[in-house]
């Protein structure tokens, strides 16, 4: 589940930019989402096969750097370089999590989303002075597009279903945040969800926040450096090693913001390679 971990650090950056308007650029992700989850999948063309590649290869940097974020707050540069050689070594190995355990980790995060959203829901929310501004068009849509990666499902089965899902939760989250916390203070680091428990009156439960955050960025990191590895180099060759690379040192030296551009920039281009896909399949029926 791509969200879990994700939503963490793209809240962060779409208050930054955005301020209260990144609620609008979360749900222009999620309708997105939606009305996109029924495309076909990417092809075999070396267009397709790279986009889809270097998208997910973004996606593993933006998993390592919450990894690190939250989990080692003290080295978080090298906790997530750490994990991408995990991750990297363990596919080459061969590790690929059950279909049965990925089923289990998402419920378990969608739990905990859920109770985020209640505690949030039934505590007095920090006063803040923050006005709603205008509307920045330019800062919804980037918080829109660094937001859509994360919202797309990755099972082909119920994935329309899949997909409003997640952006109903994405857009829940993104309420109880701005509303407890202003986009000031959400906006203020990559770790604001961590303020968001305190300004809860949740401290206590910062040590579950960070088996939470294991639980989403570690599987993910996985899967989609997998699939990444698979789409641009099946045959696991030096270009796999080179894409290890070079997530490695994004995870080291790129900023949050740089890595979620780049993976939504993907994201935006997958979704229009896709739709090509669509548009001549039916042409030729």
Request: charged share 10%.
């Amino acid at each position: 589940m791509r969200l879990g971990g994700g939503l963490l650090v793209v809240l962060a950056v779409g208050a930054a930019g955005a301020g209260y308007w990144v609620l609008a650029g979360v749900v222009l992700a999620a309708i997105a989402a939606g009305v996109t989850a029924r495309l076909p999948e990417l092809g075999e063309t070396q267009v397709e096969r790279w986009t889809g590649g270097i998208t997910r290869l973004a996606l593993v940097a933006v998993q390592a750097i919450v990894f690190g974020a939250y989990v080692v707050p003290a080295q978080p540069a090298y906790a997530a370089a750490g994990l991408v050689v995990v991750v990297a070594v363990a596919d080459f190995a061969g590790l690929r999590l059950p279909a049965t355990l990925v089923r289990w980790l998402t419920i378990v995060l969608i739990a905990a989303a859920v109770v985020l959203i209640v505690l949030c829901a039934v505590v007095a929310p920090v006063v803040t002075s923050s006005p709603i501004a205008a509307p920045d068009v330019a800062g919804v849509i980037v918080a829109a597009v660094v937001t859509l990666p994360f919202l797309l499902p990755v099972a082909a089965d119920r994935v329309t279903l899949r997909a409003l899902t997640l952006g109903g939760l994405a857009v829940l989250v993104t309420i109880v945040a701005l509303v407890q916390l202003g986009p000031d203070r959400l906006g203020l680091s990559a770790t604001s969800i961590r303020d968001l428990l305190y300004a809860a009156d949740a401290g206590q439960l910062q040590p579950l926040l960070t088996v939470v955050v294991v639980l989403a960025t570690v599987p993910a990191a996985l899967t989609t450096y997998t699939d990444a590895r698979e789409r641009y180099a099946p045959d696991k060759g030096w270009l796999a090693a080179a894409g290890a690379v070079v997530t490695l040192a994004a995870a080291l030296f790129a900023t949050p913001y740089a890595v979620l551009v780049v993976a939504g920039l993907g994201t935006v281009l997958e979704l229009v390679l896709r739709a090509r896909r669509y548009r001549d399949a039916h042409a030729r029926e």
